[in-house]
């Protein structure tokens, strides 16, 4: 098909009719689909819809029927994210928010509003910025993080195990990114509920948002005026210490972003992989077989279920085409991740195993692409491995189909996981793991699924990773037990 050359920007092109089929309430100013409310309840069925309706890039409504471009395709938000000199983070360059339609109160103004920090910045400013954060994750002692990442998971175990029963959204994937952020960053004290509860709050852009945004800038502030008098050897103070001069307010506000980025998607991606080796036979027989290890369970569900499922957003510096689409100078477009991971070009049968393939889309790509990447693997790896060891049994207290999602544009997450398991007694944090034996295993784990099936990459998409070693057979025991001293 070829799609209209419409601008979302509403510059100067004409605005389509609604779609035939479409429920009229799903449809906004010029007969585009809205990315909100009322008929969109589900946005993978919407961006198929999009998809299928224009093509790789589609025009739709943000809140306040504010226009977007959508990105769709793989290669088009690859192409997006690889062209600086044409796109940029800087929201400051969006029509709409220049001319007003975007008002201060607009829902997503908590990630629009334009703030001095790496994720907005470009050129130089962002080489700085982004040079200086990247600088401190380097200097992170992975071995280390690895061993803290499995006390943490003993820890948080310990405080439901003897219960037989936990939400493994509210007490293990919520808490354990933000006990290992605050090792990361030289706060380990500062950890507890309320903090807990305030980074889930803060992107939320809720009433009590700006409560939360105090408190955790108090907490960082703090830190941040701490390390600057004596420096330590941990993230804030190579941060403060970074050539870059950062001067407080930039270290804290940076210390701010990083909180929550890495606790949203990491506590997202928890939930979404323990999910995952819960329900689905595929995964669980394929654990328990030693064909599957949890980093390539982890990967699989950055493929099919993002931490986050799109970036908002990207702005035209210039005239541009993107996808058979004209952009104006002026436009916003949403970066696509969980629709271009998806995209049938891509990946023709959305059910075949992406195993080593790890061209998706969930780190992003381009000068922004996410740099902490490994840090977030590693939770995952590292959390979802060590509670298994410990609740082999675990099992879903409810069906499946029970589950409740909640959906925004930025991402889709679990509200709770509630499973059931025999009471274990507590666990001395600081021991090496208690493995599984195959007669602790559940008797349901059975293989019931053919061997995996790559799907069959376009050729821009990078060949797959070499596959990492199993981790899950017995005779591996002693080599895991001395990887975990070593705390690789
Ligand atoms: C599974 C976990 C994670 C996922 C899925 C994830 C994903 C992302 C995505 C999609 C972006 C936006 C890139 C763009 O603007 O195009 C991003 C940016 C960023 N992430 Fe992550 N992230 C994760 C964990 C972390 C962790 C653990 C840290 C810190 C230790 C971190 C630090 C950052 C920073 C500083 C940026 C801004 C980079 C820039 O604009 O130059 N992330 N991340």
């Known amino acids: 098909m070829t799609p209209e050359p419409i601008s979302p ?91 007003g339609a ?190 599957m290890t949890v980093p390539q369970a982890v990967e699989q569900s950055m493929w099919d279920e993002p931490p986050f499922s799109t970036v908002l957003g990207y702005f035209a510096k210039q005239d541009a085409e993107l996808g058979g689409q004209r952009i104006r100078k002026g436009d916003g477009l949403l970066m696509g991740i969980a629709p271009g991971n998806v995209d049938p070009r891509v990946r023709p049968d959305t059910k075949a195993n992406m195993q080593g393939n790890r061209s998706h889309l969930a780190f992003s790509g381009g000068p922004h692409e996410c740099p902490g990447q490994d840090i977030g693997r590693a939770i995952a790896d590292v959390g979802v491995d060590a509670l298994l060891t410990r609740l082999p049994d675990a099992e879903l207290a409810i069906d499946e189909d029970e589950l409740e999602w909640q959906e925004s544009i930025s991402n889709r997450h679990l509200v709770t996981l509630p499973v059931q398991f025999a009471p274990k007694s507590q666990q001395d944090v600081m021991a090496p793991p208690a493995h599984r034996t195959p007669s602790q295993r559940s008797s349901d784990w059975q293989i019931s699924s053919p061997p995996p099936q790559a799907a069959a990459p376009e050729p821009s998409v990078p060949a797959p990773a070499p596959t990492p070693e199993p981790i899950r057979q017995p005779a591996g025991l002693f080599q895991r037990l001395l990887r975990w001293w070593r705390g690789d």
């Open 9 to 99: 920007a509403g510059t100067d092109a004409p605005l389509t009719a609604p779609p035939p089929g479409c429920p009229a309430h799903g449809v906004g100013v010029g007969g585009l689909r809205r990315l909100y409310g009322p008929g969109a309840e589900n946005l993978e069925a919407l961006y198929e819809e999009l998809r299928a309706e224009h093509g790789p890039v589609a025009p739709a409504l943000l809140h306040d029927d504010v226009p977007i471009w959508v990105v769709l395709g793989h290669s088009e938000n690859m192409q997006l994210l690889r062209s600086p000199s044409h796109y940029s983070r800087d929201t400051r360059l969006w029509t709409p928010m220049l001319d």
């Open 102 to 291: 975007v008002r201060p109160d607009h829902p997503l103004m908590p990630h629009l509003a334009w703030q001095p920090l790496c994720c907005y910045a470009e050129g130089d400013e962002h080489l700085r910025l982004r040079g200086a954060v990247g600088g401190a994750i380097s200097t992170i002692d992975h071995r280390g993080i690895r061993r803290h990442i499995n006390r943490a998971t003993q820890h948080l175990v310990n405080k439901f195990c003897e219960r037989g029963e936990a939400d493994l959204v509210s007490q293990f994937a919520e808490r354990l990114p933000m006990m290992v952020m605050c090792e990361i960053l030289g706060m380990p004290e500062e950890y507890n509920d309320r903090l807990v509860a305030a980074a889930r709050d803060l992107p939320k852009g809720t009433e009590t948002a700006i409560e939360s945004n105090a408190y955790i800038m108090d907490v960082l502030t703090r830190l941040t005026v701490r390390r600057r008098a004596a420096l330590e050897d941990d993230f804030t103070s190579h941060l403060i210490n970074h050539p870059a001069g950062l001067n407080d307010e930039e270290v804290s506000q940076h210390l701010r972003l990083i909180l929550i980025v890495a606790y949203e998607s990491t506590a997202n991606l928890l939930a979404n992989v323990l999910r995952v080796v819960l329900t689905d036979p595929r995964f669980r027989a394929q654990l328990n077989g030693g064909q």
